[in-house]
C-alpha cells in the first residue's frame, strides 16, 4: 500500500527509534479466528463534508465495497474526558482510518497522515494494549488534526473486522495510555516516551509489583537506566495509568510476547547483513554531523 510522504514534524524522530519501532509493528500476533486476511473497514469522522469524504478515501486508496463505518464526537468524548481539555478533543469528529487485516504473524503496521501530536509508535503501543493486532492501520484526516480522537475509531473498526469485543476499561486505558506518552513526549521526547512506557509494560506484565511502592520504584529505575528525569507530578500520573492497566482485562501474556519478540527481531537485525550496513550507515552519519560541528567550533575560534 502506497502512503503519501509524512509531514515535516516527524523528520524530528530520531533513526535508532524509527529501528526499533519498524521492528516493533512487524511483531507477530494471532488473527481473529473471525477476520480473513485482506478484509478493510474504514471510519470515517462523522463531522467530514463529502468533499473531505472523499478526499481522505482517494489517500487510502480504499477498495471499492470496503465496509465503511463512521465515528462521531459523542464516542470520542467518552473515552477522551477528563484526558486531555475539551477544547482539545472538539466538537467534530474528524480523524479517519481503514484497518486492513493481514495474514497471522504479520504483526500492526501503522502509517499516519496530518496527525500533529500523536506519532505512530505511540498508537501502537496503545493498540497492542487494546489487543489488536496483525494488521496493516491508516490514520488520517483532511487538514492537520492532533490524532487523539483517532483510536476510538480505531478499535470501533477492529472489533467489527475481527468481531471480537475490546472490553471498555481496556479501550480508556488505552486511550489514556495514548495521552500520557504524547504528553511525556513534550517534555522528554518522543521516542524516550514511547521507550519508556513499553519498557514499564514488559517489566510490569514479567513482575507485577504488589504495592505503590514497587511500582513508583519501578518506574523510577526504567527512567534512570533510560536516562529520563521525570517530575513527580509524571511519576504520579503514571503510577495512576499503571493502576489501571493491572486493573484491566489486559492480555498480559501477548503484550509481553509481542514485546519481548521485537527485542529478538531487533537483534537478528542487527546481526545481518542489512542490520550491519544500516548501522554502519548511522556511524558514516554521525561522523559527517560530528565533523561538522568540529569544524565549526574551529572556524569560530580564528
Do not use: C
Not at 516527524?10 to 529501528?19: F, G, N, P
Not at 482539545?88 to 501503522?110: C, D, F, N, W
Not at 509481542?258 to 550496513?277: D, M, N, R, V
Amino acid at each position: 500500500m502506497h502512503f503519501r510522504k509524512q509531514e515535516a514534524s516527524y523528520v524530528k524522530r530520531t533513526i535508532a527509534s524509527s529501528l526499533l519501532w519498524a521492528v516493533l509493528l512487524a511483531s507477530p500476533g494471532i488473527a481473529a479466528a473471525d477476520a480473513a486476511p485482506g478484509d478493510v473497514i474504514v471510519t470515517l469522522g462523522e463531522n467530514l463534508t463529502n468533499e473531505q469524504k472523499q478526499k481522505v478515501l482517494d489517500e487510502m486508496k480504499a477498495p471499492d465495497g470496503a465496509q465503511t463505518i463512521t465515528v462521531s464526537n459523542v464516542e470520542e468524548h467518552k473515552y477522551l474526558d477528563g484526558l486531555i481539555p475539551k477544547a482539545q478533543i472538539g466538537t467534530r469528529a474528524i480523524s479517519s482510518s481503514m484497518i486492513t487485516i493481514k495474514e497471522p504473524g504479520s504483526g500492526l503496521h501503522v502509517e499516519t497522515h496530518n496527525i500533529t501530536w500523536v506519532t505512530k509508535e505511540m498508537y501502537t503501543n496503545a493498540l497492542i494494549t487494546a489487543g489488536v493486532k496483525d494488521a496493516d492501520i491508516y490514520i488520517t484526516a483532511p487538514f492537520p488534526v492532533s490524532g487523539t480522537a483517532a483510536l476510538t475509531g480505531l478499535m470501533k473498526a477492529y472489533e467489527i473486522s475481527s468481531d471480537q469485543a475490546i472490553p471498555d476499561d481496556v479501550k480508556k486505558v488505552a486511550n489514556e495510555e495514548m495521552v500520557q506518552t504524547a504528553k511525556l513526549a513534550d517534555s522528554i521526547g518522543a521516542d524516550k516516551a514511547v521507550a519508556l512506557l513499553a519498557k514499564i509494560k514488559q517489566e510490569i506484565a514479567n513482575n507485577p509489583p504488589q504495592t505503590d511502592a514497587d511500582l513508583r520504584a519501578l518506574i523510577e529505575k526504567i527512567a534512570n537506566d533510560l536516562g529520563i528525569t521525570l517530575s513527580e507530578n509524571e511519576i504520579n500520573n503514571l503510577i495512576s495509568l499503571f493502576h489501571k492497566m493491572q486493573n484491566a482485562h489486559i492480555n498480559w501474556d501477548q503484550v509481553n510476547d509481542q514485546l519481548s519478540k521485537a527485542k529478538e527481531q531487533l537483534s537478528a537485525f542487527l546481526q545481518s547483513e542489512e542490520g550491519k550496513t544500516f548501522i554502519q550507515n548511522l556511524i558514516d552519519i554521525f561522523k559527517e554531523i560530528w565533523n561538522a560541528i568540529k569544524s565549526a567550533f574551529s572556524s569560530n575560534q580564528q
